[in-house]
């Protein structure tokens, strides 16, 4: 199938487009890598009046390393992060994590903005959004605004952008030194969406006894779910990551859907679960 009939607009700056999108309202949509809203208009499951590609604002697109946190522009491109060396050193989850994105095509246009304004709940860049507390910047033409990503996401395909905002860039902090971080998915095709993903953080203190512990899932929810509740038990103790995974699974809520069933999904979580905080307890340093 092809798209119903649209008007295209092609803005040269920020200004431009945020002008266009609130003139426009809700007959537009922002056309970052396409890789989803493309697929989504052929099959006119999208239908806008209006298309503003923000492929010439080059303002949106830079991957900038502070003192704290990983800077990354909206229109970054997913293969710009994953063979970014700053990032590598920095915060070596986001490349590896993003490396699992769809397929080389995939990383090629897509982007972290559009990633990120479509709230895929099994998506990537989610998911490392909510794991490592990321902010995520908005423009309109009222101003900006940050917001915390465990704020951000509110339902499938939902975020907290209001009308005629625009996902600008997004913030990262860094890994704490001798932080570790582990992340495992699980999928029935190479670059298909995972069924269940999980992405952990360890800090380990003195006897190697948990100091910090992240834990977020995609797969079991509407929007990637962190599980702050399960582990903060853990924090002070010796790591037992099968009994942590055990806790994971009995504590999400899950249903059957056409993709999976219920026990499935919490077996996934369990083992998932279990292998990420190994993997990142391997890779932290003891203080």
């Given at each position: 199938m092809k798209p119903a009939a649209f008007d295209y607009h092609r803005p040269q700056t920020l200004g431009e487009a945020l002008e266009l999108l609130a003139e426009l309202g809700d007959e537009a949509r922002p056309l970052a890598g396409g890789q989803s809203l493309v697929p989504m208009m052929n099959m006119r499951v999208a239908r806008p009046e209006h298309l503003v590609d923000l492929n010439d604002l080059a303002e949106l697109?830079?991957?900038?390393?502070?003192?704290?946190?990983?800077?990354?522009g909206a229109m970054t491109r997913h293969r710009a992060v994953e063979h970014?060396?700053?990032?590598?050193?920095?915060?070596?989850?986001?490349?590896?994590?993003?490396?699992?994105?769809?397929?080389?095509?995939?990383?090629?246009?897509?982007?972290?903005?559009?990633?990120?304004?479509?709230?895929?709940?099994?998506?990537?860049?989610?998911?490392?959004?909510?794991?490592?507390?990321?902010?995520?910047?908005?423009?309109?033409?009222?101003?900006?605004?940050s917001v915390a990503a465990g704020a951000?996401?509110?339902?499938?395909f939902a975020t907290a952008?209001?009308?005629?905002?625009?996902?600008?860039?997004?913030?990262?902090?860094?890994?704490?030194?001798?932080?570790g971080w582990g992340y495992r998915s699980f999928t029935?095709?190479?670059?298909?969406?995972?069924i269940v993903a999980a992405?952990?953080?360890?800090?380990?203190?003195?006897?190697?006894r948990i100091e910090t512990l992240r834990l977020t899932l995609s797969g079991v929810?509407?929007?990637?779910?962190?599980?702050?509740?399960?582990?903060?038990?853990f924090r002070g103790r010796a790591l037992d990551a099968a009994e942590l995974?055990?806790?994971?699974?009995?504590?999400?809520?899950?249903?059957?859907?056409?993709?999976?069933?219920?026990?499935?999904?919490?077996?996934?979580?369990?083992?998932l679960s279990t292998e990420a905080v190994n993997e990142a307890a391997q890779r932290a340093r003891v203080r």
């Open positions: 697109d830079f991957i900038g390393v502070t003192d704290r946190a990983v800077e990354i970014s060396e700053p990032v590598t050193r920095s915060c070596p989850i986001l490349p590896v994590v993003v490396h699992t994105i769809g397929h080389d095509a995939i990383r090629e246009r897509g982007t972290l903005g559009g990633s990120l304004a479509l709230a895929d709940p099994s998506a990537q860049w989610p998911l490392l959004a909510v794991l490592l507390d990321a902010r995520i910047e908005l423009a309109s033409q009222s101003g900006r605004r951000f996401f509110t339902g499938v952008a209001e009308p005629g905002e625009l996902v600008v860039a997004a913030s990262f902090p860094k890994l704490a030194p001798g932080e029935r095709r190479l670059g298909d969406f995972a992405a952990a953080t360890v800090s380990l203190g003195p006897a190697g929810g509407d929007r990637p779910v962190r599980l702050d509740a399960v582990t903060d038990r995974g055990r806790a994971v699974a009995a504590a999400v809520t899950l249903e059957d859907d056409a993709i999976a069933g219920a026990p499935f999904r919490r077996d996934l979580t369990e083992v």
